[in-house]
């Protein structure tokens, strides 16, 4: 069927004229309009876990991978980036506790508590964030004494808190024997740093004579500190009273 089909050259002025004013409004229109902005979604909280392990299809390892990833990329939005201090901490500690219920054996959300959104310069975020370590920490000691340990530098060197760093120390003294032994002698160095002097002799001269450690070389190097640390003390001056 032959179509009925005009030469573009008979279309008049007036309707070129009227489809560049048209063009010209819409361009103008459209320049005029605000541009959009990006706007950044709320983080939601996780579904309860028993809900989350019925629906892995007896995959929970996979899903808190999937958990993971997902909360990594949070911080990323379509057009926009969430500083990390923007985010709503109590439902990011409550991800990785998710994420560590579904995966025991998973060490990851406790690397990025520990080394990743403890890095904001807000010191209230950084300690929710080492208190979530300590409290995992507690659930598993021999598995998981290193990112209590990372806690410990963190406290004495970031928050500047003694005691927080020494609370931790204690804890993996205490809590993890299967902890490398640098790991369990945080606590006499911190002492020791922190001028408790006699409190952190006490602690190593203990542990020498304890014989828990095996290594040489080790026994060497504590007892180069031990004698030491006696000599300092040895050197202060007593104080008249």
């Known amino acids: 069927m032959a179509r009925d089909e005009r030469p573009i050259g ?34 939601d909280a996780p579904a309860p876990v028993s809900a989350l392990k019925l629906s892995s299809f007896g995959e929970p390892v996979v899903l808190a991978q999937l958990m993971t990833l997902y ?16 985010l709503d901490y109590q439902k990011v500690i409550l991800w990785l506790e998710t994420i560590l219920a579904l995966d025991p054996a998973g060490q990851y959300p406790l690397l990025l508590a520990a080394q990743v ?25 021999n598995a998981r004494w290193r990112w209590l340990a990372h806690a410990t530098i963190m406290a004495k060197h970031r928050l500047h808190d003694d005691a927080l760093a020494l609370q931790y120390a204690r804890d993996i003294a205490k809590y993890a024997p299967e902890a490398p032994s640098w790991a369990r002698q945080m606590q006499i160095f911190i ?12 602690l190593l001269g203990g542990l020498l004579e304890g014989k828990q450690i095996k290594d040489e070389r080790e026994i060497h190097f504590l007892m180069e500190r031990l004698e030491s640390m006696k000599n300092v003390e040895n050197s202060t001056p007593m104080t008249k009273k």
């Open 191 to 202: 002492l020791e740093d922190i001028g408790e002097i006699e409190a952190a002799r006490i």
């Open 71 to 86: 909360l990594q990329a949070f911080d990323n939005q379509p057009g926009i980036s969430i500083p990390f201090r923007d």
């Open 117 to 141: 959104y403890s890095q904001v310069p807000d010191q209230a975020r950084e300690r929710q964030m080492l208190d979530f370590v300590r409290l995992e920490f507690l659930r598993a000691p």
């Open 10 to 43: 008979s279309v008049s002025g007036r309707v070129w004229a009227l489809l560049l004013i048209a063009l010209i409004l819409q361009i103008t229109w459209q320049w005029s309009q605000p541009r959009p902005v990006a706007a950044a979604a709320a983080l």
